[in-house]
């Protein structure tokens, strides 16, 4: 008797953790701050990895793809969001994806992760970035 009430309440808890997940709720808060934007897999060398800032109430502020990036978003309570993303002001692109957690979304080929430090990008890098596989990359300045 005893391994049959045990056995319940481990199915009860699992329930509980899948109804969770199933009927998670996400607003546009859920997006905030800055966030990678990468391909799935990862290929570190190449053109790949990016990143967003969002500011938890529907406007992106920030980004660093093809030169200055603004827009804004919508989060769905399943986690279901759509947007426009801006490019040097005149270019507009639509976006979307899915929240899979507070901390990870997929859009498409590409995947978003929450920055755990964004401290870490507070660094100035001077100098010239070159790689054999794909050369020069970029110039920089302090």
């Known amino acids: 008797m ?24 996400y607003s546009n808060s859920t997006l905030n701050g800055p966030w990678f934007l990468h391909t799935s897999p990862l290929v570190l060398h190449t053109d790949s990895v990016g990143y967003l800032v969002f500011d938890g109430n529907g406007h992106i502020t920030d980004g660093n793809m093809f030169g200055t990036v ?9 986690g279901f969001f759509t947007g426009m993303l801006i490019m ?3 270019d507009s692109f639509p ?8 901390n990870n979304a997929t859009m498409g080929t590409r995947v978003l992760e929450r920055m755990a430090n964004p401290g870490a990008l507070t660094d100035s890098l001077v100098g010239t970035l070159t790689s054999v596989p794909c050369g020069v990359k970029m ?4």
């Open 70 to 78: 603004s827009g804004h978003y919508s989060v769905m309570p399943s």
């Open 88 to 90: 040097n002001s005149t």
């Open 139 to 142: 110039s920089c300045s302090a």
């Open 95 to 102: 976006v979307g994806g899915q929240l899979v957690s507070n």
């Open 2 to 25: 005893d391994s049959k009430v045990s056995c319940n309440h481990r199915w009860m808890v699992i329930a509980l953790l899948c109804a969770g997940v199933l009927f998670a709720q």
